[in-house]
């Protein structure tokens, strides 16, 4: 394994480290104006929301590792203290990167960019109309974490208004996660489109999960399971009975009298369709 103390690399090089392995990270596409009124647009992927109550979203324009300058949203946000988060979804992804283009201060990346301004409702800056969500936010602390090219600059909002295009709202009003087509930011060049890599995890039950420790060592010392088949085996507040076994055995057969690598690989096909319980017992027989 390659180890590496920060300090003893080039900023440049930790920067793309950080960035190709903390990855995807949602985007900021942040709209700010100047003291002057002049509208400013740039995308940000050091970025999250950190609470609900009061709503919280952070972002970071970073200094420059290149050449130590400072980005015009975070000088436009310390002076003006407002800012609309926009998301970015699949439709906008290219015009968003376009506006990432490092234009002289004072030109409006939203024209650049082909973007539509939308008035705000209680901030001054703009929304992009083409987002799905707009959160028009009030800035209440600007951290610098350093002074160096590549230091960050954290600015924290908090939403006082949000906007929600109704075509990305299931039947239940909630966000449906296939139509709102998010884009996330990794490494070099790469865009992850959420949709296309979702898949679920039930949470932790309740209940409390057994846990991976108390499962049996022939079982958790398999050379077949895999540590996320074995999450999912932990995660069941108890194990079948020897009674469940026993009826699971004789309505199939075929997992009777094999050896303990098949059987932990039958158990991993049921793990692989989310039926834990068949699992368990195949796993159990005798």
Request: charged share 20%; hydrophobic share 40%.
């Amino acid at each position: 394994m390659l180890s590496i103390n920060p300090k003893e690399i080039s900023t440049g090089k930790l920067h793309a480290y950080l960035l190709g392995a903390v990855a995807p990270r949602p985007i900021a596409f942040a709209s700010t104006i100047d003291e002057n009124g002049n509208p400013n647009l740039s995308p940000f992927s050091f970025f999250n929301v950190f609470g609900a109550n009061p709503p919280i979203m952070i972002f970071s324009p970073a200094r420059s590792v290149r050449d130590n300058t400072t980005k015009h949203t975070l000088d436009n946000a310390e002076a003006t203290k407002e800012v609309v988060i926009n998301v970015v979804n699949y439709n906008i992804v290219q015009q968003m990167s376009l506006s990432s283009t490092m234009y002289p201060k004072g030109v409006n990346e939203f024209e650049k960019a082909g973007l539509t301004m939308l008035p705000s409702d209680v901030v001054k800056p703009f929304r992009v109309a083409e987002s799905p969500v707009q959160f028009e936010c009030k800035v209440i602390n600007v951290i610098h974490t350093g002074a160096e090219g590549g230091a960050g600059n954290l600015i924290v909002c908090e939403v006082v208004k949000l906007h929600i295009n109704e075509d990305v709202l299931d039947a239940e009003g909630h966000i449906d996660q296939y139509k709102i087509d998010l884009v996330a930011r990794a490494g070099g060049s790469y865009y992850s489109r959420a949709r296309d890599g979702f898949f679920e995890i039930p949470k932790p039950i309740s209940s409390l999960g057994i846990g991976v420790d108390q499962i049996p060592s022939e079982i958790r010392n398999s050379t077949v399971l895999t540590g996320n088949n074995l999450g999912m085996l932990g995660n069941v507040d108890q194990i079948p009975t020897r009674e469940n076994v026993d009826n699971f055995a004789k309505e199939h057969p075929e997992f009777v009298g094999v050896s303990e690598e098949k059987k932990h690989t039958f158990a991993q096909e049921f793990l692989q369709k989310e039926d834990v319980e068949s699992a368990w017992k195949v796993l159990l027989i005798k």
